[in-house]
């Protein structure tokens, strides 16, 4: 409905700002002109398009629409916007958990590249979906699984308040209990924190490090947390405070990490002088892209326990990553973390959106699904799934009224999650998306709250 968005109403000392649906498009209204925004005079107002130099003066305006730092706070979600359209249906969602604060803005490299992004224009979506609701609470912006000092600058360039490091270049694969013995080289300094010593961690949980175990934890993270507090001390470090949230992410392995290993991170963290807000390890089972987790729960809860307790210990959050849709594990995420945890979510907004293309235009879906099944060999490079194509139903036989069904299944939900990219960067289809989204924008915010906020009541439920 075209008209002014009345939570955007702001009142400054020389007139107001606001944000009105010009029916294709939002614009920014302005008859304060002394703000720096740039528009198009009409009348006594300036009538101003949603651009990066606007949002740059918007936050300069209005402190709430800039990011801050979240991580601090109890419990925390990131909530990844890849279409730069979901974030007015994740604040309606936080509205009705107000105990839980967001990262609207949350992108990784990887994701900005294949949806051909920036992280101002993240930034930016975020901003003026916070000013449209009037959303003051306060919001992340998290440059997400950063692997280079030249990526991480970009981020804290762009005003991103989090850095998640990702590690994963500098961990050791291949290291098992027969080769260890071969591959290790003296660590003479780490042998004598850790060689031949047992830990108490508090909480029932202890650690140990016989020769064997040592050897193989050094030689898959030492170079990892070195190359953790280097970007740490040059990037983030500053006398004044930190200039972010900081999360050393050691998830994106083949191998889960064990409590004695993350206990070694922790450590190490802490003697070389890093302030993790977080660190996500790489836990047991599997957490893939949009699906529940698969795995033996129990041992799952055995081992989180034990994780939870390290981060306590240490003083900093556990972060849980792939959180989208793992409803089966939320509950022992709340309850053994005691309700302080970050966990980060990304492409469920996108599997709503296009849920929601399948139940108002099937012919839309039908022409994306047969994109996304030719598409899926090329995006599977970048993700870690275990899709069986053969699994997902015939489009032929299935009505119309059975499309939405799909959602329910895993493998065609994968299949459309992982695409996402390949979808969006296919101009026939892209201006179509984005027309029927804006077309039925209640629906789409209505479908993103109430998918965020199971995510939170089952996290809540521990």
Same mark, same amino acid.
């Given at each position: 409905?075209?008209?002014?968005?009345?939570?955007?109403?702001?009142?400054?000392?020389?007139?107001?700002?606001?944000?009105?649906?010009?029916?294709?498009?939002?614009a920014l209204i302005a008859t304060d002109k002394t703000l720096g925004f740039a528009g198009k005079a009409v009348g006594d107002r300036l009538e101003c398009e949603l651009t990066h130099e606007n949002a740059v003066a918007l936050r300069a305006a209005f402190?709430?629409?800039?990011?801050?730092?979240?991580?601090?706070?109890?419990?925390?979600?990131?909530?990844?916007?890849?279409?730069?359209?979901?974030?007015?249906?994740?604040? &309606?969602? +936080?509205?009705?958990?107000? =105990? !839980?604060?967001?990262? /609207?803005?949350?992108?990784?490299? @990887?994701?900005?590249? $294949?949806?051909?992004?920036?992280?101002?224009?993240?930034?930016?979506?975020?901003?003026?979906?916070?000013?449209?609701?009037?959303?003051?609470?306060?919001?992340?912006?998290?440059?997400?699984?950063?692997?280079?000092?030249?990526?991480?600058?970009?981020?804290?360039?762009?005003?991103?308040?989090?850095?998640?490091?990702?590690?994963?270049?500098?961990?050791?694969?291949?290291?098992?209990?027969?080769?260890?013995?071969?591959?290790?080289?003296?660590?003479?300094?780490?042998?004598?924190?850790?060689?031949? &010593?047992? +830990?108490?961690?508090?909480? =029932? !949980?202890?650690?140990? /490090?016989?020769?064997?175990?040592? @050897?193989?934890?050094? $030689?898959?993270?030492?170079?990892?947390?070195?190359?953790?507090?280097?970007?740490?001390?040059?990037?983030?470090?500053?006398?004044?405070?930190?200039?972010?949230?900081?999360?050393?992410?050691?998830?994106?392995?083949?191998?889960?990490?064990?409590?004695?290993?993350?206990?070694?991170?922790?450590?190490?963290?802490?003697?070389?002088?890093?302030?993790?807000?977080?660190?996500?390890?790489?836990?047991?089972?599997?957490?893939?892209?949009?699906?529940?987790?698969?795995?033996?729960?129990?041992?799952?809860?055995?081992?989180?326990?034990?994780?939870?307790?390290?981060?306590?210990? /240490?003083?900093?959050?556990?972060?849980?990553?792939?959180?989208?849709?793992?409803?089966?594990?939320?509950?022992?995420?709340?309850?053994?973390?005691?309700?302080?945890?970050?966990?980060?979510?990304?492409?469920?907004?996108?599997?709503?959106?296009?849920?929601?293309?399948?139940?108002?235009?099937?012919?839309?879906?039908?022409?994306?699904?047969?994109?996304?099944?030719?598409?899926?060999?090329?995006?599977?490079?970048?993700?870690?799934?275990?899709?069986?194509?053969?699994?997902?139903?015939?489009?032929?036989?299935?009505?119309?009224?059975?499309?939405?069904?799909?959602?329910?299944?895993?493998?065609?939900?994968?299949?459309?999650?992982?695409?996402?990219?390949?979808?969006?960067?296919?101009?026939?289809?892209?201006?179509?998306?984005?027309?029927?989204?804006?077309?039925?924008?209640?629906?789409?915010?209505?479908?993103?709250?109430?998918?965020?906020?199971?995510?939170?009541?089952?996290?809540?439920?521990?």
């Amino acid at each position: 409905m075209k008209g002014i968005y009345p939570d955007s109403v702001r009142e400054t000392a020389n007139g107001s700002v606001m944000m009105a649906n010009l029916g294709d498009r939002d614009a920014l209204i302005a008859t304060d002109k002394t703000l720096g925004f740039a528009g198009k005079a009409v009348g006594d107002r300036l009538e101003c398009e949603l651009t990066h130099e606007n949002a740059v003066a918007l936050r300069a305006a209005f402190a709430f629409t800039a990011p801050v730092r979240v991580l601090t706070r109890e419990r925390t979600l990131g909530v990844g916007d890849r279409l730069g359209i979901a974030t007015p249906g994740h604040i &309606r969602a +936080f509205r009705a958990f107000p =105990g !839980v604060s967001p990262v /609207f803005a949350q992108q990784s490299i @990887r994701e900005l590249t $294949l949806t051909n992004r920036t992280f101002d224009d993240v930034l930016d979506a975020a901003s003026f979906s916070v000013f449209r609701e009037g959303f003051t609470e306060g919001f992340g912006a998290d440059g997400d699984h950063l692997k280079t000092p030249k990526e991480v600058d970009y981020a804290l360039n762009c005003g991103y308040t989090m850095i998640t490091l990702d590690c994963s270049e500098h961990i050791r694969s291949g290291v098992t209990d027969e080769n260890c013995a071969a591959l290790y080289e003296p660590e003479p300094e780490l042998e004598k924190l850790y060689l031949d &010593r047992t +830990f108490e961690v508090g909480e =029932g !949980v202890r650690v140990s /490090f016989d020769e064997r175990a040592f @050897r193989k934890t050094a $030689l898959v993270y030492a170079d990892a947390v070195r190359f953790a507090a280097r970007i740490y001390h040059e990037k983030i470090a500053s006398p004044s405070g930190d200039r972010a949230d900081f999360e050393m992410s050691i998830d994106e392995t083949a191998t889960p990490t064990t409590p004695a290993e993350h206990f070694f991170v922790a450590s190490e963290l802490d003697r070389l002088g890093v302030h993790a807000a977080s660190v996500a390890p790489r836990f047991c089972g599997e957490f893939q892209k949009g699906i529940d987790y698969i795995g033996d729960l129990s041992q799952f809860e055995e081992e989180l326990k034990a994780h939870a307790a390290i981060a306590r210990r /240490f003083g900093y959050k556990l972060s849980i990553h792939s959180g989208s849709d793992k409803f089966s594990v939320f509950p022992l995420i709340g309850k053994e973390t005691r309700g302080r945890f970050h966990v980060k979510t990304a492409g469920t907004n996108w599997l709503q959106a296009v849920l929601l293309i399948a139940e108002r235009d099937p012919k839309l879906y039908r022409e994306v699904h047969a994109f996304a099944l030719k598409s899926f060999p090329e995006a599977r490079k970048y993700y870690h799934v275990t899709t069986d194509l053969a699994k997902v139903p015939d489009l032929s036989d299935l009505s119309d009224a059975q499309l939405p069904k799909l959602f329910e299944q895993n493998d065609a939900r994968q299949l459309i999650h992982i695409t996402y990219g390949l979808i969006l960067n296919e101009p026939r289809l892209r201006e179509r998306l984005y027309a029927a989204w804006r077309r039925d924008a209640d629906a789409l915010d209505a479908l993103v709250a109430t998918h965020i906020e199971r995510h939170m009541k089952a996290l809540l439920e521990g």
